[in-house]
């Protein structure tokens, strides 16, 4: 091939990836802020998750955190591999299920849950919800109940039938028995016990007007 | 070279094709009428020109630019149709589209986050439905209280938050369920919106 066909033909293709580049959407413009060797590594796991069939804005949501929290390259591919990771098993223990549910019991997994213990929201009945059960879970690890107890205590509730009012009553008073000072795993083995669990009268903080109790500071 | 120096073959040959040759003076009638005698060709369908295989000759480069092209056309349709997470294109709110199954949740419904923060100078609201970019949702602060708040549409689903103080100091919502290390050492706050509103 003649090197004046050579220039046409990378020339032609660069008009035809023009329109293509015009197009994405801004998140790629703040994936661009990544090296090119971070950002190949990204795509790679992203491409990965398409062809297994999960979803992939998660993953670019945890490269934009990490671009945002100014982490090294090396950080953002292990966060974003173990997002997939999680994802993965996620999956293989709750079979085919949304985006949203699947990211939910990936942080379940990702406080320390066991994939073992995810089995028995495989099978719930029709338009019942699991992510308040998995919000109120991860939370619980993360806040150090320990995983056994806040594991048992959720996989408990969910077999009883509780709904999400009756999570949200759960998280509202360990949280705020940690916040007293109680230890993790005594308050929520204090309020497990308390049988049964009320649903709260009033609407958890987190409302749809916003979350006008909130502090910081 | 002259033609003594040739070979006899050669000689032969030349002599051969330099003999006249005698054509039959009724050739010329003969192959006329059997021209004449064969019928005369249909015209064939338009359509049937369609279905008759062809055979194309192309170059390598033309070969190279036509696929280009092909895989050019079916990645604009994908990214027209789609973005690169997988989620399909929201439709202008004029466009009327049926949806497949009865959403859940409103895109637009509006969400107001609210935090206290007196000595702050500026707070932005950071999370998955801005993709983590600290300029893109300023809070506003309500009078001299040191209460920060916005308002930001939501779709349903799982979404994870956090506020920046300062434009460096990440803070919890202390209203609101926590997400584990999210990977950089910190702990993001969990939204979920469901049905309309959340929880």
Redesign the interface.
């Known amino acids: 091939?003649s090197r004046s066909?050579v220039v046409g033909?990378a020339a032609?293709?660069l008009v035809?990836?023009l329109?293509?580049r015009a197009?994405?959407?801004?998140?790629?413009d703040?994936m661009a802020k990544l090296d090119i060797k971070t950002r190949g590594a990204v795509e790679l796991l992203?491409d990965s998750a398409?062809a297994e069939g999960l979803?992939?804005?998660?993953l670019?949501?945890?490269a934009?955190?990490?671009?945002?929290?100014k982490?090294d390259g090396r950080?953002i591919v292990?966060?974003v591999r173990?997002?997939l990771i999680l994802l993965r098993t996620a999956r293989t223990a709750l079979g085919r299920v949304d985006?949203?549910e699947l990211?939910?019991a990936a942080?379940v997994l990702?406080?320390?849950a066991k994939p073992t213990q995810l089995a028995t929201f495989k099978n719930k009945q029709r338009g019942r919800?699991d992510?308040?059960a998995f919000?109120?879970w991860?939370?619980l690890?993360?806040?150090g109940v320990p995983g056994e107890d806040a594991s048992s205590a959720i996989t408990r509730l969910w077999d009883e039938g509780a709904d999400?009012a009756t999570f949200?009553s759960l998280?509202n008073n360990v949280q705020s028995d940690i916040l007293r000072g109680l230890n993790p795993g005594t308050a929520l083995q204090n309020r497990i016990r308390e049988a049964p669990l009320r649903p709260p009268t009033t609407k958890?903080?987190?409302?749809?007007?916003?979350?006008?109790?909130?502090?910081?500071? | 070279m002259t033609d003594s120096d040739q070979h006899p073959y050669v000689e032969w040959i030349a002599s051969e094709a330099r003999r006249p040759v005698l054509m039959d003076p009724g050739a010329r009638d003969r192959i006329m009428a059997a021209v004449r005698a064969e019928p005369v060709p249909t015209p064939v369908p338009a359509w049937r020109r369609l279905l008759q295989p062809r055979v194309f000759h192309m170059s390598?480069?033309g070969s190279?630019?036509l696929a280009?092209?092909l895989v050019?056309i079916g990645?604009?349709t994908g990214?027209?149709t789609s973005?690169?997470?997988?989620?399909a294109a929201e439709h202008p709110r004029d466009v009327a589209v049926l949806p497949s199954q009865p959403p859940v949740s409103s895109p637009d419904?509006m969400?107001?986050?609210?935090?206290?923060?007196?000595?702050?100078g500026k707070v932005s609201l950071?999370g998955?439905f801005n993709?983590?970019?600290?300029a893109k949702t300023p809070m506003t602060r309500a009078g001299q209280s040191g209460l920060w708040?916005v308002?930001v549409p939501l779709s349903?689903?799982?979404h994870?938050y956090a506020?920046v103080?300062d434009g460096t100091t990440?803070?919890?919502?202390?209203?609101?369920?926590?997400?584990?290390?999210?990977?950089?050492g910190?702990?993001n706050s969990?939204?979920?919106v469901?049905g309309?509103?959340?929880?």
Request: glycine share 8%; hydrophobic share 40%; net charge negative.
């Open positions: 091939m066909r033909l032609l293709l035809v990836s329109p293509l197009q994405e959407p801004e998140q790629q703040r992203v398409v979803p992939t804005q998660p670019r949501s945890i934009l955190l990490g671009i945002t929290r982490a950080q292990a966060a173990r997002e985006e949203t990211t939910a942080a990702e406080a320390g919800s992510l308040q919000t109120v991860a939370d690890i993360t806040r999400d949200v998280w958890g903080p987190q409302t749809p007007e916003g979350q006008e109790n909130a502090r910081s500071e | 390598p480069a190279a630019l280009a092209g050019g990645v604009l990214v027209a973005n690169r997470g997988g989620r419904t969400y107001k986050f609210v935090i206290v923060a007196p000595q702050a950071v998955d993709d983590w970019d600290v708040t308002a349903a689903g799982r994870l506020f103080v990440w803070v919890q919502d202390p209203s609101a369920p926590i997400a584990p290390d999210d990977g950089f910190h702990a969990v939204k979920l469901v309309g509103s959340s929880l």
